[in-house]
């Protein structure tokens, strides 16, 4: 009798404890719901480092898995896709207008441009209106014709694949924006050379299958991201190597291989991270070792390490630059432009 007592008493108490942790797993999903929801609210309590990390891996959509504005490319993985398209997320909705080479600039911007600017999504103008790009505001304020020529995700690697491609002729400035996540890129490309593979068709197909399925949601979806990126955290910290190829020489290897297609240009370099990592070495480390002599390519480089980008360049949840941002970097690039 006794132990049919402690039997049920046990099996009331794991019923209880089981109800308690789901009651508890449904205000926590509520909680996270309302900081995306609300960002602003977030970051007057504290909580919008959660709120932003939250957003970028459930919510956030990326241009190159979008079928309206980009297609697979062989050479470089994926570009823009030729025409117009809005592209939009929480905190914008930005129309594109792109060219015949899938650029995010005008037709005319293709023929002898005096400034071409590579670089990832930062470059692109991820977030802000085309009018707004510092690309843009550059062309606007120099009156010379600039080609915006980034593209969401491109290392230096594909970024010099690309510039093989446009017209050259009139070109005395190239401004190279350089991401932390370049180095995986261009590692590979130390690997492989200048036969370097992007992504065949049945991988992007595949990677962007992927992506639009993480971005499908389930209740219980944001507690079990977080859970999950934390775990992964934790055991890549256990795991960690030290890498072998440093970040400024993958990145120097690359425009050494590269350096024809330099010749005649001033390569103005500089660095634009997410928020929340702008404070880093790399350039830094890239002029120590372009004193030293380190490649003809890049012995006459312009460094750009005081942008001084805060807060309140960035969008609250997307971790890119707003419009106020690329308005002071379009001035730090023009104090180094003749």
């Known amino acids: 009798m006794k132990k049919l007592a402690y039997r049920k008493t046990w099996i009331i108490s794991l019923i209880c404890s089981v109800f308690i942790c789901f009651f508890l797993i449904c205000l926590l999903e509520l909680l996270f719901m309302g900081l995306i929801l609300r960002p602003s609210l977030s970051k007057r309590i504290g909580l919008l480092g959660i709120a932003r990390h939250l957003y970028i891996h459930t919510e956030k959509k990326l241009i190159h898995f979008d079928p309206e504005c980009s297609q697979y490319d062989a050479r470089l993985g994926y570009r823009l896709k030729p025409g117009q398209c809005f592209f939009e997320n929480q905190e914008y909705r930005t129309f594109y207008r792109i060219n015949s080479l899938g650029l995010r600039d005008d037709e005319s911007s293709l023929h002898k441009p005096q400034i071409v600017v590579l670089g990832d999504s930062f470059a692109m103008g991820w977030g802000v209106e085309q009018d707004e790009t510092f690309a843009s505001i550059i062309e606007k304020k120099r009156h010379s014709k600039v080609l915006n020529a980034g593209i969401a995700s491109y290392g230096t690697a594909r970024a010099m694949r690309l510039l093989d491609q446009i017209d050259r002729r009139a070109l005395k400035y190239v401004v190279l924006q350089y991401c932390l ?129 805060t807060a309140d360049h960035f969008f609250l949840l997307d971790d890119h630059i707003n419009s106020s941002g690329h308005d002071l970097i379009a001035r730090r690039i023009l104090e180094h432009i003749e």
């Open 181 to 309: 996540n370049d180095f995986r890129e261009n590692e590979f490309f130390h690997e492989e050379g200048l036969a370097f593979k992007t992504m065949s068709l049945q991988k992007y197909e595949e990677t962007r299958l992927v992506y639009m399925d993480k971005r499908t949601y389930f209740f219980g979806n944001y507690f079990l991201t977080l859970i999950k990126n934390f775990s992964k955290s934790f055991i890549k910290n256990l795991h960690q190597k030290n890498e072998q190829l440093n970040e400024a020489d993958a990145f120097l290897y690359v425009l050494s291989q590269n350096k024809q297609l330099l010749q005649n240009v001033q390569l103005i370099l500089l660095e634009l991270n997410p928020f929340g990592m702008l404070r880093r070495t790399f350039i830094d480390e890239v002029k120590k070792k372009v004193i030293t002599g380190y490649s003809d390519a890049t012995k006459n480089m312009i460094f750009i390490d005081n942008v001084d980008l």
